[in-house]
């Protein structure tokens, strides 16, 4: 047997096998939806004076679930377009990264909607945004190792971003903006840089 064909061939084996373990659907248009419903989020809790505890969590609630939504949308459509099933096991090694955090995150939704009063409370509603920010870090950072390296610095970003935000409030700085417009930020802005980043990037990857 030849050596060097025996070699080309477990080269393009292993490739073939890093790429089905990889989850290769287009994530720029999944980030620029997250991102536009997130600053949509942030202005509408601005605009309609949502200041209760209640309420900011209600709103955010409604955010995550229509971007869920629309993420299963796009990937289902691209899915579909390339004659591939969607519930690949590459789409099923990233929704179990990501189920932990989000589902603690849900948790801790539901809890503060079940004992807050209608009273609204900054401190409580910028501790929130932390605590989120911080868990979507790290679910995105687990996701990561199944997707393009640059989601795991993404992660890292919205974790260090929680980290700062607490310093600040624990050093009593005061809060000249409304928490739904820090959480339209981070999770808008953030996430709408990184669409548009990829959105070009993207276009630039040979399809092999």
């Not at 990561?144 to 260090?160: D, E, H, N, Q, T």
């Not at 709408?192 to 040979?206: N, V």
Request: glycine share 10%; with cysteine; proline share 4%.
């Amino acid at each position: 047997m030849d050596t060097k064909w025996a070699v080309d061939n477990l080269q393009t084996i292993r490739t073939l096998m890093e790429r089905s373990a990889l989850y290769r659907r287009a994530l720029a248009p999944i980030m620029i939806l997250a991102g536009a419903l997130g600053i949509a989020g942030g202005l509408t809790g601005w605009f309609c004076r949502i200041e209760s505890n209640r309420g900011f969590v209600w709103l955010w609630l409604g955010v995550a679930v229509i971007s869920l939504a629309g993420s299963f949308f796009l990937v289902r459509r691209q899915a579909l377009k390339d004659s591939e099933p969607f519930w690949s096991p590459p789409t099923r090694r990233v929704s179990q990264a990501l189920l932990p955090a989000f589902s603690v995150g849900l948790v801790t939704a539901v809890v503060t909607i079940a004992v807050s009063a209608n009273s609204g409370s900054q401190d409580l509603q910028f501790l929130l945004v932390v605590f989120w920010t911080w868990l979507y870090g790290c679910a995105i950072h687990a996701a990561g190792f199944f997707m393009p390296r640059g989601v795991r610095w993404l992660g890292w970003i919205f974790i260090v971003t929680g980290t700062l935000l607490l310093t600040r409030l624990s050093l009593g700085e005061p809060r000249h903006v409304l928490p739904n417009l820090v959480m339209g930020g981070i999770f808008g802005g953030f996430h709408l840089a990184y669409g548009i980043y990829l959105h070009f990037t993207e276009q630039k990857t040979p399809v092999v």
